[in-house]
């Protein structure tokens, strides 16, 4: 069994996080976030609904696998819908009829790494949309005001993104800036009258460069924000890279607040990254990877469309018990690939959304159990087995993909 | 009410066909079509998953929005995934995941209308492949050989399609072609082993020309098939015409066999047909509408992608109780289709393939009751005052769409 735990926190918003048991040999949790809409467990991974919709999945979908919450995107919402529409219907939950609590991004990665016509001042940033060509300002202060009227159970401050291998200097100045904003964000907050229903997170940036994570871990928990996210990962870095930080950064967090791994997540990426204490996380790759043909299944990524499943009478995922693989064979699914019929995608999608989930809950309870490291070291051999061990035998675990 | 009939037929497979009401006014009727994989409540559409797949849709989606019976296409199935696949595999209803009655085309009408480098002769048509180029033969004999390893509850022998608008001589020749096409069908199923577990479908042809089609009825209904269909039509005619020919085929054929008219289905095409006599219908247009973004509803077509539902706060029709005017806006299709996002399709072709189902239940009921004729002309009104009502007032019945 796990340390049981009293780490609690209550927000002056209706948001709350509490740890009921912590692994014996790494520093893994097991809590509950308590929001508005209801209640994630963690450590909880987030299905990412960018445009308010989980490609090809509608709620009950989301339900049936067991999604607790989703990810939406203020840079796409803002220009499509628009957030007068929001302000109008009464937010995303009614509009896409989702119940469950939602966390919106600020938009600060995708102002970095999508937009054209993008000048960066103190002030914020100006882009152009892609829907109208229109200009738009993006602060911090705009950032709080959508995410209010979008109405997440939590807001993401607007922050810097960079390559995270960009050189000292810049890395510094970006760092600088994120904290800046990230102050900004906090008291843009306290102006804005329905935004004390929501939940305000921080972003740990500073590439990989240890002493820049630890000043902004250490500047910006010196603030009242009801969550601290690792930001500015899987952008050009290694997966060792990667675990370094996220192991640094997670231990300067403070014991009391959720930890939120921003757009981190093979399998592997969570299983390394719980074991340092992180608490949620969000990725495209379940539903990204499900559209080109690929599954997670208990014996490794399987690429549907390879002539080898034409004539596979049996389920994706002979282990698995979710709909799709109750439902359909891996010939069929091969079928509809070929066909470009849609209904593969979306059933791959609700496999691959299922294995995420399925992930989490066996980490779940091997936190409580106390058995977490022991855990998450044999699956990490298993996949990494799955995935090479035929192939290249000999690889080290740290290389499993 | 109804006048009750006790009209059973009962064929030498497992199939059949009992009427249990005639309208009052019409000849209208209410039955069910026994099936080794149950019930079909007639009149009924059917709902067209041509490669095995409705779009977008599983088996259990299909079910929910109310569908009984699905339609498969042997012309498609037999290019993509391949007979073979169907004989490992134990047929359609295992492959593709669905338990209820399927229903086959014989691939006659791809063959005329899709078919690159073909080859028509008195033995069969030769095409290439769309997949991977190589020639095939599709013959009478060979089209019951396919539907008998696809394993459908019933198939359809192979026609000769034409436009409806061919000249007298071709339109005979193409129905006289058909007629002996039907009957080596026909002995090719007592010749085929497992063929003797599924009904079989001959097809009235003769164009628009009542003598033809009075002639392709009186051959085919001495011979012992287990329905007819009326082809041919929806192919270059127009409504009236249409018409003329369905109430001319119908009333020829047999009572105690079902009617299918094969591929015309707007809402007003179905209560016009019913109104002749016709138990079955199949149709493309509320999936392929849906993909377009136009939805049925209960006060007319709506293209959802069109600005003024941008901001519409309400239901896609406030009175259907399917789930997506349960739990979806206009605003929130609109948003999706102009995000090019696959779930607002999805949502669509359960909206629009309920509605269809809907106004099958409702016309069953007037039948029941003996109140079709009135039920089915009011409907007609409602929906021609809807699509032209305000634009063109005065317009006739005739021209509803």
Not at 307 to 315: F, G, I, L, N, S
Not at 347 to 353: Q, R
């Amino acid at each position: 069994m796990g340390t049981r735990g009293s780490v609690t926190y209550t927000a002056p918003v209706p948001f709350g996080f509490s740890v009921h048991a912590v692994d014996r040999e790494s520093r893994a949790r097991r809590g509950a976030i308590t929001t508005e809409h209801g209640v994630i467990d963690t450590p909880a991974f987030m299905t990412v609904g960018t445009r308010a919709t989980v490609t090809g999945l509608d709620p009950d979908d989301l339900a049936a696998v067991g999604a607790q919450v989703l990810l939406a995107n203020t840079y796409h919402l803002m220009l499509r819908p628009g957030v007068e529409l929001f302000r109008r219907v009464g937010g995303v939950h009614g509009f896409m009829g989702w119940r469950g609590p939602i966390l919106t991004d600020s938009g600060g990665f995708q102002i970095f790494s999508l937009s054209a016509d993008r000048t960066v001042s103190e002030r914020g940033a100006r882009f152009r949309s892609y829907v109208d060509g229109r200009m738009h300002m993006l602060s911090p202060e705009r950032s709080i005001e959508l995410q209010t009227a979008i109405g997440s159970d939590i807001m993401m401050v607007l922050d810097v993104c960079i390559d995270s291998t960009s050189d000292a200097a810049t890395t510094r100045a970006a760092m600088e800036r994120t904290h800046r904003w990230a102050v900004r964000s906090l008291a843009a907050r306290s102006d804005t009258q329905t935004g004390d229903r929501q939940a305000l997170f921080a972003i740990v940036q500073g590439g990989l460069v240890p002493e820049l994570r630890a000043e902004s871990a250490a500047f910006l928990t010196q603030h009242s924000f009801d969550g601290f996210a690792i930001g500015g990962l899987a952008v050009g870095d290694t997966r060792e890279e990667r675990q370094d930080v996220i192991a640094l950064s997670a231990e300067l967090l403070p014991l009391d607040r959720p930890r939120y791994l921003m757009g981190v997540g093979t399998p592997p990426d969570l299983l390394h990254a719980m074991l340092a204490g992180v608490d949620m996380f969000d990725c495209i790759l379940p539903t990204h990877l499900a559209w080109q043909g690929t599954a997670f299944t208990s014996s490794g990524r399987v690429k549907i469309t390879r002539a080898a499943y034409a004539r596979a009478d049996v389920p994706l995922d002979e282990r698995c018990s979710c709909r799709t693989c109750r439902g359909s064979t891996r010939a069929y699914l091969h079928h509809l690939f070929k066909c470009g019929e849609p209904l593969g995608a979306r059933l791959l999608s609700l496999h691959n959304l299922h294995h995420y989930q399925a992930l989490m809950t066996e980490a779940r309870r091997a936190i409580e159990a106390g058995e977490y490291a022991r855990w998450a070291r044999a699956k990490l051999e298993a996949i990494d087995r799955h995935e090479h061990g035929a192939r290249r035998p000999g690889r080290r675990l740290e290389g499993a993909a």
